[in-house]
């Protein structure tokens, strides 16, 4: 049997560098985002790769908890200052023919009706390579920003995103029949009335009595991506998510989670094998070991601690400005912190960590393992993911953009061709989904929760409301 | 003295042809503007014809009022279906360096503190050259679409508008000092937290806690647009817009609007030669007045009436499907039907019209007047509109696209630069507001009421929250 082939999405952020300090770095143009020139040249560069997909993260409000305040992710820009990715698209899409662009919406903050309008405007204007990245957000901050004085406890969070997606599966699969545009210039006829229904939905979260704006766009529903990492995250993606972006720093943990999502996809009807899984991985190569290892160390300088535990913060919502950075951190007494570190030291039980090794460590990549060689190693490295984890592929972090990103494709991808473990061209197919699954499957496959509520294209009568 | 030059912007919405009916015409290529191809190639041939902006309209909802169901603006397109339109900005960006783009944005149902986040973005990505047509809505079933009952009543909604106002000003001007961002690789340090500061508004329709996500952009606060008709919308055009699109069917008519914009705008404390005042303008040109007049007629056989009803349904609340087509209208028992054809008729007060003739010659150009000819009387026209109402140039609107655009581009400008009527190139400055208002003119006017929000390069902490 053919070894399994890989797949791989690229990660990037509408913000300075996703590492905190890395802007530093001389070779960095993240910069250069506030340009298209940015966005067009990454595109290309990825198309030139046979990437899936640019997965484009976001965040609404800042990172604050650090010291209790965000100075230190303002003066190290973590994360921040961060612009609305979604109207990159259309700029990236005019560069390419078969890139897919995963793009971050973060429903607890978009109203259903318009952000349904957009994603369906974006999947036209690509021909049908867009993907929503489902997010719920973390930061209190972003709460306030929207009016709520805090976040929906994170489980509620989650029950209203069920309900949200209800709500755009009817609006992109339900309100219009396939049928339903006739566009007859003789008939002097655009569409049928008949075949265009009102979407009713009065919940708990969000009240919508609506057509959707838009036709049909060429694959309905964009592909939908997750990267939940909680337990509730973990069944939403099993439940909902075409690609499910994970990270681990170690194979058996990665093996662990891939496991639980598959076993979770079946028990909600669905393939597990129809539920693509990436795990995040940071490379950074150079034509030989050496040059490689000098990159990682010169990266590795550039790193910011502080920017780092700002970070950190954000994600865990611990304050870690009052831990002192050299002591061993099981001497640490606070069981927010013990929780945070230990899946990181469960990864490398036989040494006593400090916040500032872990820091340090953790500065670049974040919970992405790093591989750090020439690409014979690092092609190995991939393989034995692939082989010891069951995902199907990769999401690219780089540290220093657009350098890591163009050495990965010029060096690394060849490796991978040569072995038989990366594709040579773009499959079949004009749509993402046609792409990811086969030129049959423009549409959500039968067995995704969103698949029943696709109109039929004749009898839609019955279910007008 | 030289004439007062003629400033041009072009209208365009995300939606089949804005003319009811107009779609079903041989040359119409509006279909394709579920292709970028469309947008680049209408941003071209207006960069081309040296125009200020193109002007992208919206609506969110459907036209439901006539016959008391949508089947009437489904059958006949009638600006539905309808997309987003701020995604397209940075695809014509990429192939202009000097137009314009106004886009609508409704604060009705945006919340302002992402909807800041993408107009900064859209600025950055543009160099500047990006501006917001405010609208709040008019349609009933957009409120239901966003889960109200119903739209605000017509004043309470300006009141809300006035609220959007302050927040977003306060993002763009206040939330970022100017030399906030210090960008300074050497000294690890990207901005000075103390110069990025908090926005706090507890006020009637919305709560805001947040710093603004986007380091200032070119423009800060885009270029404001306004179109409202109303006496109230006429004085939150007088007091926020820059730009203020007008339409009316004669001269007088229009004479006497922008002599009330410029007196509403002194009173607010603004120059009045500041506020930009653009009359709708329709046009259909041929090489000589035959030519002309035979396209016109050929336009004519292509509008719907049904549609056309139904526009006007929608804009005026009234359903006419129930009135006689052939009767003289003032026979018609209906307050609200006397009202709507006021305006109308009073521009044509020498003879009785039925509902079926309003709807045929307002089918092309809907309240705007439609100049029919070769370049030579066309320029008569409009240098006679330039003279006699005050204005500063015209709001083009197509019949056919992009046939109309093409040939005033091609045919109408030259003869107006012939005049003396029309610029031969564009002023200098980088961003729109700099085009409009001269070079020295990057962000708002000190007079303008989102000025005060400014914060100054470096006493901001006066005014922290």
Not at 103 to 112: C, V, W
Request: charge should be negative; charged fraction near 25%.
């Amino acid at each position: 049997m053919p070894p399994k082939q890989i797949r791989l999405n690229a990660l990037d952020m509408y913000c300075m560098g996703c590492t905190p300090g890395i802007w530093t770095h001389p070779a960095d143009e993240t910069h250069r985002k506030l340009t298209l020139g940015y966005w067009t040249d990454m595109a290309q560069t990825l198309e030139r790769g046979l990437f899936e997909s640019i997965f484009i993260a976001d965040i609404f409000g800042v990172y604050d908890v650090y010291g209790g305040n965000a100075d230190a992710a303002f003066r190290h820009a973590v994360e921040f200052p961060v612009y609305d990715p979604m109207v990159l698209v259309p700029a990236m899409a005019m560069v390419t023919e078969n890139l897919g662009f995963g793009i971050t919406g973060t429903l607890s903050y978009e109203p259903p009706f318009s952000f349904a309008r957009r994603c369906s405007t974006l999947d036209h204007l690509t021909g049908g390579r867009f993907a929503w990245n489902i997010v719920t957000g973390y930061l209190a901050s972003a709460a306030r920003a929207f009016g709520k004085p805090d976040q929906l406890p994170h489980d509620e969070r989650y029950a209203m995103a069920e309900e949200f997606m209800g709500i755009v599966y009817r609006l992109w699969e339900e309100s219009w029949d396939a049928d339903a545009v006739v566009r007859d210039k003789q008939a002097n006829r655009f569409a049928d009335p008949d075949k265009i229904r009102s979407v009713s939905h009065q919940g708990t979260y969000f009240q919508v009595e609506a057509r959707h704006l838009c036709e049909p766009s060429p694959q309905r529903t964009p592909v939908l991506f997750q990267a939940g990492a909680s337990k509730r995250g973990r069944a939403f993606a099993a439940k909902h998510a075409e690609c499910v972006f994970i990270s681990g720093l170690t194979r058996p943990m990665v093996a662990e989670i891939v496991k639980d999502i598959r076993q979770q996809a079946a028990s909600f009807g669905r393939d597990p094998d129809s539920v693509l899984i990436y795990t995040a991985f940071s490379a950074v190569t150079g034509p030989d070991e050496k040059a490689a290892k000098e990159r990682y160390e010169d990266y590795r300088r550039h790193v910011n601690l502080e920017g780092t535990l700002a970070l950190f913060g954000g994600y865990s919502g611990i304050d870690f400005s009052g831990v002192d950075l050299d002591l061993p951190l099981h001497y640490v007494e606070s069981n927010a912190i013990q929780t945070f570190v230990e899946g990181f030291t469960s990864a490398a039980p036989e040494r006593e960590w400090t916040l500032r090794e872990i820091g340090e460590f953790l500065g670049i990549g974040g919970f992405a393992p790093i591989a750090v060689g020439d690409p014979t190693s690092l092609a190995d490295e991939m393989a034995l993911w692939m082989d010891e984890t069951g995902i199907d592929g990769f999401n690219l972090i780089y540290s220093v953009s657009p350098q890591d990103v163009n050495d990965f494709v010029d060096l690394v991808i060849p490796e991978l061709q040569r072995r038989g473990l990366y594709r040579t061209t773009y499959p079949e197919g004009e749509t993402m989904r046609e792409k990811l699954y086969g030129s049959t499957q423009r549409s959500l496959r039968a067995d995704h929760p969103g698949a029943k509520y696709r109109s039929s294209v004749s009898g839609g009568e019955e279910r007008n409301t």
